[in-house]
T-cell receptor
Framework: KAGVTQTPRYLIKTRGQQVTLSCSPISGHRSVSWYQQTPGQGLQFLFE???????NKGNFPGRFSGRQFSNSRSEMNVSTLELGDSALYLC?????????????FGPGTRLTVL | GEDVEQSLFLSVREGDSSVINCTYT??????LYWYKQEPGAGLQLLTYIFSNMDMKQDQRLTVLLNKKDKHLSLRIADTQTGDSAIYFCAESLRTTSGTYKYIFGTGTRLKVLA
């Protein structure tokens, strides 16, 4: 079974631009969660999508948005990039239906904002 | 509130035991997890413990949970250089909508000295 894939792996953008990151979950998984990882802050939860609907949301500004397609692939968009958006963005997929749901993480997309 | 805290660094000698500690604030956690992140990779689930358990052992890994003090620890016996990584503690919480979300700690960077 293929793991979680994220594209691109690395991205360099400038302030004010927008960016779209993609995540393909493990086949059969319906839940995709997005996290921002920065040194000293750990993983901050952005949002979770389940069956094309946003099910949970973290405390990030509206510049961060996402969506999920019918094949469970998910995209995350950040508009009007700021220097502080530089981070590793991780996505995780899971079955999404039970209390215990192991999250399987992708390798991440490292975004650098100049 | 929802907060998970860990110390940032730990250094041990090869062959010694490592103990990584974590404190959390939300007593309604259902499961608590330990993840490992190696350089350039996503997070890999190492082990988890249900919130009504005190201890779980899995080969070289021992998880201890003190629910009264909201303290979780991960002990790695006979630590090897391949154990050098960042270790994240996480808890899953039930939301008001009946779903579950994960709260991650800041991560502890374990360095194993040969």
């Amino acid at each position: 079974k293929a793991g979680v894939t994220q594209t691109p792996r690395y991205l360099i953008k400038t302030r004010g631009q927008q960016v779209t990151l993609s995540c393909s979950p493990i086949s059969g998984h319906r839940s995709v969660s997005w996290y921002q990882q920065t040194p000293g802050q750990g993983l901050q939860f952005l949002f979770e999508y389940f069956s094309e609907t946003q099910r949970n949301k973290g405390n990030f500004p509206g510049r961060f948005s996402g969506r999920q397609f019918s094949n469970s692939r998910s995209e995350m968009n950040v508009s009007t990039l700021e220097l502080g958006d530089s981070a590793l963005y991780l996505c995780a997929s899971s079955g999404g239906t039970y209390t215990y749901n192991e999250q399987f993480f992708g390798p991440g997309t490292r975004l650098t904002v100049l | 509130g929802e907060d998970v805290e860990q110390s940032l660094f730990l250094s041990v000698r090869e062959g010694d035991s490592s103990v990584i500690n974590c404190t959390y604030t939300d007593s309604s956690s259902t499961y608590l997890y330990w993840y490992k992140q190696e350089p350039g990779a996503g997070l890999q689930l190492l082990t988890y413990i249900f919130s009504n358990m005190d201890m779980k052992q899995d080969q070289r890994l021992t998880v201890l949970l003190n629910k009264k003090d909201k303290h979780l620890s991960l002990r790695i016996a006979d630590t090897q250089t391949g154990d050098s990584a960042i270790y994240f503690c996480a808890e899953s919480l039930r939301t008001t909508s009946g779903t579950y979300k994960y709260i991650f700690g800041t991560g502890t960077r374990l360095k194993v000295l040969a």
